[in-house]
């Protein structure tokens, strides 16, 4: 299991406004709840791990209640890095932070993070703007994917028609 040092994951299960997640390897889970930062993973994997004597690697798993937009963000060890020293200031000035205007922020910071590697990841908790099925939703959407399906069952028939034509 020495591959296990090379691994950093964290995993994250929604429903509704409640949360079970947990974490292995050099990763960093932060909530951002208003105008603060919680490290919501810090010593997780320091915990008692669970009564089952086999080894898992998520061994422990916490949960907690979400609030509305609320802000889950993982990161990799460099990430951290630069998310505390160049962004963690300026995301606590929007409150209501969005996707487009945290691309407004990277943008300004493309140089820095083109000189870095891994992962900046954040979800954004906001139960008036789930989104359904696109398709079902979207009428419009949905005949252009028949459109399609047909077409491509029209040409599957006429390359089956042609080999048997020319065989």
């Known amino acids: 299991m020495r591959w296990l040092g090379n691994l950093n994951v964290a995993i994250f299960a929604i429903k509704d406004l409640s949360v079970h997640f947990s974490k292995a390897g050099n990763i960093r889970l932060l909530m951002l709840r208003g105008d603060e ?37 993982t990161l990799t060890h460099d990430m951290f890095d630069f998310f505390y020293n160049e962004l963690s200031e300026q995301i606590l000035k929007f409150p209501t932070l969005s996707s ?56 599957l028939l006429i390359l089956l028609l042609s080999y048997l034509i020319f065989k």
Do not use: C, V, W
């Open 37 to 73: 930062y919680h490290d919501i993973g810090e010593n997780l994997e320091f915990q008692q791990p669970s009564s089952d004597k086999n080894i898992h690697l998520f061994s422990n798993i916490a949960s907690g209640q979400l609030a509305e937009n609320d802000k889950l963000i």
């Open 100 to 155: 487009k205007i945290l691309g407004q922020m990277l943008k300004t910071k493309k140089e820095k993070m083109e000189k870095i590697s891994g992962i900046f990841f954040l979800i954004f908790i906001n139960r008036k703007h789930q989104k359904k099925i696109p398709f079902i939703k979207n009428k419009f959407h949905f005949i252009k994917i028949k459109k399609e399906f047909l077409l491509i069952i029209s040409l």
